[in-house]
């Protein structure tokens, strides 16, 4: 399983503009060797968890 983390204002920044239908959406490769620019934010399921209370406390001391 894989999974993307992706802080949203750095989201917005990656993605300049909504698709038709007014939505932000990106397209990122599963493979473990890809290089695109959304490997930073992948993460395994094991991953998730602690970078998601990570991501928390950041905001939490904001």
């Known amino acids: ?3 993307w ?5 750095t989201f917005g920044e ?3 503009e ?3 239908r007014g ?3 990106f397209s990122a490769s599963m493979k473990p060797d890809s290089n695109d620019r ?5 993460l395994t399921a094991a991953e998730l968890p602690q970078r998601v209370l990570a991501r928390l406390a950041e ?4």
Do not use: E, K
Not at 5 to 9: A, E, F, N, R, V
Not at 38 to 42: A, D, L, Q, V
Not at 59 to 62: E, H, N, S
């Open 23 to 25: 939505r932000f959406r």
């Open 18 to 20: 909504p698709n038709s």
């Open 38 to 42: 959304w490997t930073p934010f992948r």
């Open 14 to 16: 990656m993605v300049a």
């Open 59 to 62: 905001l939490d001391r904001a």
């Open 5 to 9: 983390l992706i802080p949203s204002g």
């Open 1 to 3: 399983m894989t999974a």
